[in-house]
């Protein structure tokens, strides 16, 4: 019964305020639409160096299309992604992938190769990127696996991992490269609440010894204001509120706190709609 | 159970409002909106026990008085059956669906040939940069991921090696056979050698192992990649900075490329020895006659077009399934079509390749 358990405190080392760094990756009026359903409607959003950037919305706000946006995978319908001042979508396919090498995405399903080893997922990029050698390749998996508590699940195939520990995995290999920038879709998902404390734990710690900058879109609200510096709410592709965490928490909006408390607004006025049926 | 006044119509819904009672409600509400008054009163104060089924006769009755004009209330609602209706969104579910407007014949037939020539140009697309990456490669003096290569080139040509012979002893057999109950009739028997050589060479062979490794390698390979597609390791890929093009997909296509061709050679030679075989214990042709004969019958020309074409289908087979894994949408139904399609578009693109090649080859003497 693990799972039963409150989540266990973030050591607080790790939650200090930290001074705002410069942009390193901005969103301006960015635009969606898959045929006629607008996903995302002109966001503008600016991460800073060193900073973890929370997204957060309600399945299906269009919070995973704009981490593609932003990672460089899918090209926004309007609006531009900028990466230290320079267009992703107007960069000629290799700098996009000079720039791919310099950061690193954690799936939501850890997306590891399944023809390999869990180690030889770490060091591929390593292995496609570096001219270092097997030897030493294999050594720096070995490391991130170590850091991420899976060092004993090296030699094991990923579909022998449970689903923390395939979220474990993914984000050593996002992280083999020694990226300046992270993107992680919904860490938490599918996790109970102490794996999903443990996995937050280690972002806070990659983002604090690393000096990482991350961006990071999940659904699970304590997870949520427990790693974010600062932090969005989508809902509807539409920004509900933007800033630091606390001035989110803090907001006056009744739907942002609506949100946040997980009122379920969509009942209200649900039973709003058969009232008009009803014979006076 | 019903009474009537004027334009309106009141009709009293039964303590047990549920599947049990709905079918003979539904025609009793039927009956009162077929008679079109201006409101129908659903009195929902008797009901002491209702399920889904009595919830969507409600929500039926009210879309279809929307739909006709007629003005539905609910009169005595208890708590249970708001809290029921509370749980959907009402407006949503009484909208009126519209049949869409029949589309132009022109927009039809756009919509069927469309995704084909959506999947052509990615097919191309797809061979363009693989040709533009290889030479790339070879310019640049990067190493091609050479264990990749050799692991297709196993699954390819060991793998398929079995059943190639397999198939290729029968069909030689069967067209010796064939050929001596023609050529018997004329005393020609001598010549089953040289049928069964030429024919196997020139058309037979390449073919037949093209559609043997289609089958096997090429429906492989496109649930490979669409399994990948869908469960974003490809993205995961193109992420890291490893270029699906280079890891994926050149391995396979020229693995395909060196396997095919291989297999092809073995696809003639099982199909000699079937026919030498037959030949020799059946019809009773000398072996150093039959030898002779085959050798003679035997050109290096068709062995080189026999090599030629095989490679071709091989890469074709391989672009196939490397261009429909990649673009698989829609979950595992999506592979199982990309597989399938694999299969069938390898296969024609074969037999138009090969007339193609016929025709070249005839042109050029």
């Given at each position: 019964m693990?799972?039963?358990?409150?989540?266990?405190?973030?050591?607080?080392?790790?939650?200090?305020?930290?001074p705002?760094?410069?942009?390193?990756?901005?969103?301006?009026?960015v635009?969606?639409?898959?045929?006629d359903?607008?996903?995302?409607?002109?966001?503008?959003?600016a991460?800073?160096?060193?900073?973890?950037f929370?997204?957060?919305?309600?399945?299906?706000?269009?919070?995973?299309?704009?981490?593609?946006?932003l990672?460089?995978m899918?090209?926004?319908?309007?609006?531009?992604i900028?990466?230290?001042?320079?267009?992703?979508?107007?960069?000629?396919?290799?700098?996009l992938?000079?720039?791919?090498?310099?950061t690193?995405?954690?799936?939501?399903?850890g997306a590891?190769?399944?023809?390999?080893s869990?180690?030889?997922?770490?060091?591929?990029?390593?292995?496609?990127?570096?001219?270092?050698?097997?030897?030493?390749?294999?050594?720096?998996?070995?490391?991130k696996?170590d850091?991420v508590?899976l060092?004993?699940?090296?030699e094991?195939s990923?579909?022998?991992?449970?689903?923390?520990?395939?979220?474990r995995?993914?984000?050593?290999?996002?992280?083999?490269m020694?990226?300046?920038?992270?993107?992680?879709?919904?860490?938490?998902?599918?996790?109970?609440?102490?794996?999903?404390?443990?996995?937050?734990?280690l972002i806070?710690?990659?983002?604090?010894?690393?000096g990482?900058?991350?961006?990071?879109v999940t659904?699970?609200?304590?997870?949520?204001?427990?790693?974010?510096?600062?932090?969005?709410i989508?809902?509807e592709?539409?920004?509900?509120?933007h800033?630091?965490?606390?001035?989110?928490?803090?907001?006056?909006?009744?739907?942002?706190?609506?949100f946040i408390?997980?009122?379920?607004?969509?009942?209200?006025?649900r039973?709003?709609?058969?009232?008009?049926?009803?014979a006076? | 159970?019903?009474?009537?006044?004027?334009?309106?119509?009141?009709?009293?819904?039964?303590?047990?409002?549920?599947?049990s009672?709905?079918?003979?409600?539904?025609?009793?509400?039927?009956?009162a909106?077929?008679?079109?008054?201006?409101r129908?009163?659903l009195?929902?104060?008797p009901?002491e026990?209702?399920?889904?089924?009595g919830m969507?006769?409600?929500?039926?009755?009210?879309?279809?008085g929307?739909?006709?004009?007629?003005?539905i209330?609910?009169?005595?609602?208890?708590?249970g059956v708001?809290?029921?209706?509370s749980?959907?969104?009402?407006?949503?579910?009484?909208?009126?669906?519209?049949?869409r407007?029949?589309?132009?014949?022109?927009?039809?037939?756009?919509?069927v040939f469309?995704?084909?020539?959506?999947?052509?140009?990615?097919?191309l697309?797809?061979?363009?940069?693989?040709?533009?990456?290889?030479f790339?490669?070879?310019?640049?003096g990067?190493t091609?991921?050479?264990d990749?290569?050799l692991?297709?080139?196993?699954?390819?040509?060991n793998g398929?090696?079995?059943?190639?012979?397999?198939?290729?002893?029968?069909?030689g057999l069967?067209l010796a056979?064939?050929a001596?109950?023609q050529?018997?009739?004329?005393?020609a028997?001598?010549?089953i050698a040289?049928?069964?050589?030429?024919?196997?060479?020139?058309?037979?062979?390449?073919?037949?192992?093209?559609i043997?490794?289609a089958?096997?390698s090429?429906?492989?390979?496109?649930?490979?990649?669409g399994?990948?597609?869908?469960?974003?390791?490809?993205?995961?890929?193109?992420?890291?900075g490893?270029?699906?093009?280079?890891?994926l997909?050149?391995?396979?296509?020229?693995?395909?490329?060196?396997?095919?061709p291989?297999?092809?050679?073995l696809?003639?030679?099982?199909?000699?020895?079937g026919?030498?075989l037959f030949?020799i214990l059946?019809?009773?042709?000398e072996?150093?006659?039959?030898?002779?004969?085959?050798?003679?019958?035997?050109?290096f020309?068709d062995?080189?077009g026999?090599?030629?074409?095989?490679g071709?289908?091989?890469?074709l087979?391989?672009?196939v399934g490397?261009s429909l894994?990649?673009?698989?949408?829609?979950?595992?139904?999506g592979?199982?079509r990309?597989?399938t399609?694999?299969?069938?578009?390898?296969?024609?693109?074969?037999i138009?390749?090969?007339?193609?090649?016929?025709?070249a080859l005839?042109?050029?003497g």
């Amino acid at each position: 019964m693990r799972f039963l358990r409150r989540r266990p405190k973030i050591p607080p080392g790790l939650l200090r305020p930290r001074p705002p760094g410069k942009d390193l990756l901005r969103a301006v009026a960015v635009t969606t639409t898959f045929g006629d359903r607008t996903v995302l409607n002109g966001i503008d959003l600016a991460v800073r160096k060193g900073e973890i950037f929370v997204i957060l919305g309600p399945s299906g706000c269009g919070k995973t299309t704009l981490l593609r946006h932003l990672s460089g995978m899918l090209e926004p319908t309007l609006g531009s992604i900028t990466f230290e001042g320079r267009n992703l979508y107007l960069m000629p396919e290799c700098e996009l992938d000079r720039i791919r090498q310099r950061t690193g995405f954690s799936f939501q399903g850890g997306a590891l190769l399944t023809s390999m080893s869990v180690l030889d997922n770490v060091i591929l990029p390593l292995l496609e990127n570096t001219d270092i050698s097997p030897e030493i390749a294999r050594q720096v998996g070995r490391m991130k696996l170590d850091m991420v508590g899976l060092l004993k699940a090296a030699e094991a195939s990923p579909a022998d991992l449970s689903g923390g520990m395939k979220k474990r995995a993914a984000i050593a290999r996002a992280v083999s490269m020694d990226p300046e920038l992270v993107f992680f879709d919904e860490p938490s998902a599918g996790l109970d609440p102490v794996t999903a404390a443990e996995v937050d734990n280690l972002i806070l710690k990659l983002n604090k010894v690393f000096g990482i900058t991350m961006v990071v879109v999940t659904h699970d609200i304590p997870s949520a204001f427990t790693i974010a510096d600062r932090m969005m709410i989508l809902h509807e592709g539409l920004v509900l509120a933007h800033g630091q965490r606390d001035e989110v928490r803090n907001s006056e909006d009744s739907t942002v706190q609506d949100f946040i408390h997980r009122a379920l607004p969509a009942e209200e006025a649900r039973r709003g709609e058969i009232m008009k049926y009803l014979a006076t | 159970m019903d009474s009537s006044a004027k334009s309106v119509r009141t009709l009293e819904l039964p303590p047990l409002f549920d599947r049990s009672s709905v079918g003979t409600l539904q025609g009793e509400i039927e009956s009162a909106l077929e008679a079109e008054p201006d409101r129908i009163l659903l009195d929902l104060g008797p009901v002491e026990r209702f399920d889904s089924s009595g919830m969507a006769l409600l929500i039926e009755t009210l879309r279809k008085g929307r739909d006709r004009g007629i003005e539905i209330r609910l009169r005595g609602a208890g708590g249970g059956v708001l809290d029921f209706l509370s749980l959907l969104s009402v407006d949503r579910l009484v909208t009126v669906d519209r049949e869409r407007d029949p589309r132009p014949w022109i927009v039809r037939l756009g919509a069927v040939f469309i995704p084909v020539l959506d999947s052509t140009e990615s097919g191309l697309r797809l061979v363009g940069r693989a040709i533009v990456e290889f030479f790339r490669d070879l310019w640049t003096g990067k190493t091609m991921h050479r264990d990749r290569f050799l692991e297709e080139v196993s699954h390819a040509g060991n793998g398929g090696m079995g059943i190639v012979l397999l198939i290729g002893f029968l069909l030689g057999l069967i067209l010796a056979m064939q050929a001596w109950i023609q050529l018997r009739v004329f005393g020609a028997v001598q010549y089953i050698a040289d049928m069964v050589a030429v024919s196997v060479t020139r058309e037979i062979g390449p073919l037949m192992a093209a559609i043997l490794v289609a089958a096997r390698s090429g429906s492989s390979i496109a649930a490979q990649l669409g399994t990948m597609t869908i469960n974003e390791e490809v993205d995961a890929l193109r992420q890291m900075g490893v270029h699906p093009m280079r890891y994926l997909v050149l391995p396979k296509m020229l693995a395909l490329g060196l396997a095919t061709p291989c297999l092809a050679i073995l696809f003639c030679g099982a199909a000699i020895l079937g026919g030498a075989l037959f030949g020799i214990l059946a019809v009773g042709i000398e072996p150093g006659v039959f030898l002779e004969s085959t050798r003679k019958a035997l050109k290096f020309a068709d062995l080189l077009g026999c090599l030629l074409k095989a490679g071709v289908f091989g890469f074709l087979i391989a672009s196939v399934g490397c261009s429909l894994g990649l673009n698989v949408k829609g979950g595992p139904e999506g592979v199982g079509r990309a597989t399938t399609g694999a299969v069938v578009a390898s296969i024609f693109l074969i037999i138009v390749f090969d007339a193609i090649f016929v025709l070249a080859l005839r042109v050029s003497g």
